[in-house]
């Protein structure tokens, strides 16, 4: 004879039965699914490529007339290519009288005209970096700078600062801050104390000594990620700085002071851009009239558009902490 109320009993608990089993054909699935995408990311995505020129044009960009507190927008351009290795472009500097020169995040780097001067740039891989060439991850270089005839760059992922010079390249290893993957050394200036090292997202920065020896130092007054950092003629250091909400990407510039053992960050402008126009690059030369030029460029990450921009700051008005206002506003 059957058991009637045993039947009951089992039609009351297989509903939360098929239900743990559903959650765990779910987690199930999540797990496999990474496996695949850490076998996926493991695969080469990344092919070398040699020196080769690439066809440019700058395409002028309208963003109104900004000016205030000691600085002013001079010109904005959309900088489109035939070339998808331009892009994501993530530092910014300026080897001679002619030319910009910038470090993209998969180890390349592309010397630009400037607007007016010409219509092509060149590309070319890093001579050498952390790990093997034909994966991404290992070539992710994220700032860049010229000094005694090298040129500098720190990778993130592999968090390391490489050298390349006439004598080939050279590496060293970077303490571990606890930063992850992709949020190490964005933006690098050679200061009186030695090279120092910003990070994104933290509020701790490395400085290299002529000793060879590296030391923390404290940022304060951060209000986002930073992005890129340059140093003025008059040795002041400028940043950009990232602050995200809820309207999207604002791009500030900010001076980053000498504060007791460490620095400060101080605020002087919010740039006129889009939501999406994420700055990454800064570069400054001196005018012939005393004041100083400013080059700004915008990382496209793959799907945004790249920007350049000049903006000229007198320097002897010291830049204050009022946002632009746009005369088109």
Do not use: C
């Amino acid at each position: 004879m059957r058991d009637s109320r045993l039947n009951e009993a089992e039609r009351v608990k297989q509903p939360l039965f098929m239900f743990k089993l559903l959650i765990l054909f779910v987690f199930l699935l999540g797990f496999l699914a990474l496996l695949s995408g850490d076998r996926f990311e493991r695969r080469p995505d990344r092919e070398p490529a040699p020196r080769h020129p690439a066809s440019l044009r700058f395409e002028p960009l309208a963003l109104g007339s900004w000016q205030e507190a000691g600085w002013r927008l001079d010109g904005a351009w959309v900088v489109r290519a035939d070339d998808s290795l331009i892009a994501g472009l993530s530092a910014l500097v300026l080897p001679g009288r002619d030319d910009l020169l910038a470090l993209t995040d998969s180890g390349r780097l592309v010397t630009l005209p400037r607007p007016g001067s010409g219509g092509h740039a060149m590309v070319e891989d890093l001579p050498d970096g952390p790990g093997d060439p034909h994966y991404r991850r290992y070539r992710d270089s994220e700032a860049l700078l010229l000094h005694g005839g090298e040129r500098w760059v720190t990778f993130e992922n592999r968090h390391s600062l490489w050298r390349y010079g006439a004598g080939g390249a050279r590496w060293t290893d970077l303490p571990d801050l606890g930063w992850s993957i992709n949020a190490g050394v964005e933006a690098m200036v050679m200061t009186p104390e030695g090279l120092l090292m910003l990070p994104e997202e933290s509020g701790i920065a490395l400085l290299l000594g002529p000793d060879g020896r590296f030391r923390t130092v404290a940022v304060e007054g951060r209000s986002g990620g930073l992005a890129d950092a340059t140093r003025l003629p008059d040795g002041r250091v400028l940043v950009a700085e990232r602050v995200l909400g809820w309207r999207g990407i604002r791009n500030r510039l900010a001076w980053l002071e000498p504060d007791g053992a460490g620095y400060r960050l101080r605020a002087f402008a919010t740039l006129p851009l889009g939501p999406f126009d994420n700055v990454e690059g800064l570069a400054a030369e001196p005018l012939a009239d005393g004041r100083t030029r400013l080059w700004a460029i915008t990382d496209n990450d793959g799907w945004r558009r790249t920007l350049l921009l000049a903006l000229t700051l007198d320097t002897a008005k010291r830049p204050g902490e009022r946002r632009a206002a746009s005369s088109n506003r």
